[in-house]
């Protein structure tokens, strides 16, 4: 299967949320909360290149593609990218180090979550500011990946303790089902709040976090869109955040065999609500930086196989 048609075909099956997620990221409807939040706050030329870059299946909407790096087919056309979803830190030490912490199980410095978050920024940016490099780089991937991955570094466990891979080693309930703490964090905690407080309909929970962006949250807006010493992108603090919430509230209490019920669930949600709000309003701040004087992009960008890591 050639590129096109695999972004063809993981496009279509994004758009209709078939998806094959095994747990990984936030899992289909945390991903595309954030990446619907980001949509509106994105500035009408960020808004403009998104669009131009988007697969023709996404029919203009970024939230259509945002689960796209933790689709089975692209997991295993591109297994290189597997590495690149988090970031493991050391056991109990409940912070983060970009130069003790991003690198891959072999050992490959900067092959990590915040590692790709400031690879694909640079391709885009390279794009818009060199011409020529449109010829480097598949920059629809850039994109997704560069999304999906904002999404990912907000999930404390995406930050957890190397020693239970962030939590895929611990083994417990999730009310009287199976799961391990790694899923009750991507899927199970959102899952349950759209079921139990929005009707089912994942719209009113994206709505409500809209809601509290604009009303509860709106004086933190402007802190969250902010990046240090006027930089494009700044991921490592959004990991440092995800490890600290990691210690205080995804590993307390949620031991090897244990069940996780209305406690552990309704203390969690508040904070797993604000990391999605968080997620979005950041993605679309960097997104706002890198296109700020960007042009739109020839469709040469779009034809390159392959968005490997600088």
Not at 40 to 65: Q, R
Not at 68 to 76: E, G, K, N, P
Not at 150 to 176: A, E, K, M, S, T
Not at 212 to 220: A, F, L, M, Q, V
Request: net charge negative.
């Amino acid at each position: 299967m050639g590129f096109s048609e695999l972004l063809r075909v993981c496009g279509v099956a994004i758009v209709f949320f078939q998806l094959i997620t095994a747990g990984f990221g936030w899992g289909q409807h945390g991903h595309y909360a954030i990446c619907k939040i980001a949509e509106g706050y994105l500035s009408e030329n960020a808004m403009a290149v998104v669009k131009e870059l988007l697969p023709e299946s996404a029919e203009g909407e970024l939230a259509a593609v945002c689960s796209w790096a933790d689709l089975f087919q692209v997991r295993s056309h591109y297994y290189w990218s597997r590495a690149l979803h988090y970031v493991d830190t050391p056991d109990f030490r409940c912070n983060y180090d970009y130069s003790r912490d991003c690198h891959d199980s072999v050992g490959r410095k900067s092959r990590c979550v915040t590692g790709a978050i400031y690879n694909y920024t640079q391709q885009l940016m390279s794009a818009c500011h060199n011409p020529a490099s449109e010829f480097r780089y598949n920059l629809t991937e850039a994109l997704m990946f560069l999304s999906h991955f904002v999404g990912d570094v907000h999930q404390p466990l995406h930050c957890g303790f190397l020693g239970d891979l962030g939590g895929n080693r611990i083994q417990l309930h999730w009310y009287r089902r199976k799961a391990n703490l790694h899923h009750v964090w991507d899927t199970e905690i959102i899952d349950t709040a759209v079921k139990n407080f929005y009707g089912s309909d994942l719209n009113n929970m994206i709505e409500a976090l809209q809601r509290n962006i604009t009303e509860n949250w709106s004086n933190y807006v402007e802190s969250w869109e902010e990046c240090d010493s006027n930089r494009t992108v700044c991921p490592n603090p959004y990991a440092s955040e995800s490890v600290s919430l990691a210690c205080k509230y995804a590993y307390r209490n949620a031991t090897p065999g244990s069940v996780l019920g209305d406690d552990y669930f309704l203390s969690r949600l508040p904070i797993v609500e604000r990391r999605l709000a968080q997620g979005g309003v950041r993605l679309a701040a960097t997104l706002n930086r890198i296109f700020k004087s960007c042009g739109l992009i020839s469709n040469a960008g779009r034809e390159v196989q392959g968005a490997r890591l600088a």
